[in-house]
């Protein structure tokens, strides 16, 4: 319901204009492309520390009765981390930013753009970056021998799908920001799901009430979905946890462009 009504209000040049205008950011100056650049180096380097380094220590890991080294369990989770962080990085602090304090989306109303292209547009651009990363950390996976190509090209959409659920969600939340210091609260919240989404060790290993609450939340989600494409073993299951993806990229669109109507508009 929520894609049909998107679809149904939403102008593909309109949106087009608004990634058109963070396209020409990129034209300011080296510090965009820096930050822009920095972004990906993050999970890689989870990933040599812990994965490789770590796992030197750990040994081979058995999860579902498959035996695999312990850099082959973390390297899809750092993957969809890479997708998650680089999609919030475009719809939390930049969005919050435009929104804020250079009243960038209040300039763009004044063209016949409406909110929900305002949002559609940002979160577009967000899973442009996202995927950016994601490319890349997969030519490493593979590089390192850590998934097949054909399991890569297999995940890339899956990553791409993260994207756009974290975007979603990203955009959601930075409309109810009310400062800068909000960002420590949301910070927080995803280094816990960082930390125990099933990313450094199976969920299961958790006490049965934690391993609940897990369960429950997006990045958990995430991992799997990637995991099960990166390691070759799909299932049903898998359709599970895209659906979860799904249904919270297009609340979190929704309720975006609903917020910014409510800010700019009202």
């Known amino acids: 319901m929520v894609t049909a009504l998107v679809a149904s209000r939403v102008s593909p040049g309109r949106v087009g204009a608004v990634i058109g205008r963070n396209v020409g950011a990129l034209r300011s100056g080296p510090s965009y492309w820096i930050v822009l650049v920095s972004g990906f180096f993050e999970p890689l380097?989870?990933?040599?520390?812990?994965?490789?380094?770590?796992?030197?220590?750990?040994?081979d890991l058995t999860v579902d009765g498959r035996t695999m080294p312990y850099a082959a369990f973390v390297a899809p989770a750092m993957l969809a981390v890479s997708a998650m962080s680089g999609a919030l990085a475009e719809t939390t602090f930049n969005f919050f930013f435009k929104l804020k304090y250079m009243k960038t989306f209040e300039a763009v109303l004044a063209t016949p753009v409406r909110p929900i292209e305002i949002a559609v547009g940002e979160l577009v651009w967000a899973i442009v970056r996202g995927s950016l990363y994601t490319g890349i950390f997969l030519v490493v996976m593979v590089a390192m021998g850590l998934t097949e190509p054909g399991w890569a090209l297999a995940a890339f959409p899956a990553t791409v799908l993260v994207g756009l659920a974290f975007g979603g969600l990203g955009m959601a939340v930075s409309t109810l920001m009310r400062g800068w210091q909000d960002f420590d609260l949301m910070g927080t919240g995803q280094f816990a799901l960082f930390l125990f989404s099933g990313t450094f060790?199976?969920?299961?290993?958790?006490?049965?009430?934690?391993?609940?609450?897990?369960?429950?939340?997006?990045?958990?989600?995430?991992?799997?979905?990637?995991?099960?494409?990166?390691?070759g073993?799909?299932?049903?299951?898998?359709?599970?946890h895209a659906a979860y993806l799904v249904a919270l990229a297009g609340v979190g669109v929704w309720f975006a462009s609903r917020r910014l109507t409510r800010v700019l508009c009202d």
């Open 201 to 231: 060790s199976p969920v299961r290993d958790y006490p049965a009430a934690v391993e609940v609450l897990v369960q429950v939340t997006p990045l958990y989600h995430a991992v799997e979905l990637v995991r099960g494409l990166c390691l």
């Open 233 to 240: 073993v799909p299932g049903w299951g898998l359709l599970g």
């Open 45 to 59: 380097l989870y990933l040599l520390s812990i994965g490789v380094g770590v796992g030197a220590l750990v040994g």
